[in-house]
């Protein structure tokens, strides 16, 4: 499908948390409740392009507030909530994001997979705990990127599990594909 050249596309920076066994959700949730975390995502996310596949929105249920939100679905005719643009692939909504410096991709499992190879960068909460779940982010070749930031949060009366947020830059030498 012809679309814009790469280089007035932006940029994919994903956005995701995850157990120690990969699992990223549950019965169409978040297996944990870590509300710093959820605040790091909204300062991350505001006022940014957010992209996400059909279930992740409508596990959502509705359009995020202060965010341009996209959807991917393969479905011809779903149309999502009020405030929501669909797109058929990721290289059309790519050319409705040109001039935005990053698209922020949000989930779920399908997405992470088909955007990994071209991130530029990976924003990864690692949530200290082994839980139950049905769905699992892809493997990430960390070698591929470098690690420039780093917070740990400790169990509080908020958090259930302690966290780690990391922040990964794709490395000057490992092109994205």
């Known amino acids: 499908m012809p679309g814009r050249p790469a280089q007035e596309r932006p940029a994919l920076e994903l ?3 995850r157990a120690r066994n990969q699992v990223i959700g549950r019965a169409g949730t978040l297996p944990w409740s870590l509300p710093d975390d959820l605040r790091r995502f909204r300062e991350l996310t505001w ?10 929105h409508e ?3 509705r359009a995020l507030p202060g965010r341009r939100n996209l959807v991917l679905s393969r479905q011809a005719d779903y149309r999502g909530a009020e405030g929501v643009e669909v797109h058929a692939d990721l290289e059309a909504a790519l050319d409705a994001c040109a001039g935005e410096a990053a698209v922020m991709v949000i989930g779920g ?5 088909l955007t990994l190879p071209r991130a530029q960068r990976l924003l990864l909460t690692e949530v200290e705990a082994e839980v139950e ?5 892809p493997s990430v070749d960390l070698a591929a990127f470098e690690c420039v930031g780093e ?6 009366a908020q958090h259930v599990y302690a966290f780690t947020l990391r922040d990964w830059r794709r490395r000057p030498d490992v092109h994205a594909t």
Not at 47 to 56: A, D, E, F, K, Q
Request: glycine letters at 12%; aromatic letters at 10%.
């Open 133 to 137: 779940g049905d769905v699992w982010l």
């Open 15 to 17: 956005v995701v948390a």
């Open 47 to 56: 006022g940014r392009p957010i992209l996400m596949g059909r279930s992740t």
């Open 59 to 61: 596990s959502i249920g």
């Open 109 to 113: 499992a399908a997405l992470y997979a």
């Open 151 to 156: 917070w740990h949060h400790p169990v509080d």
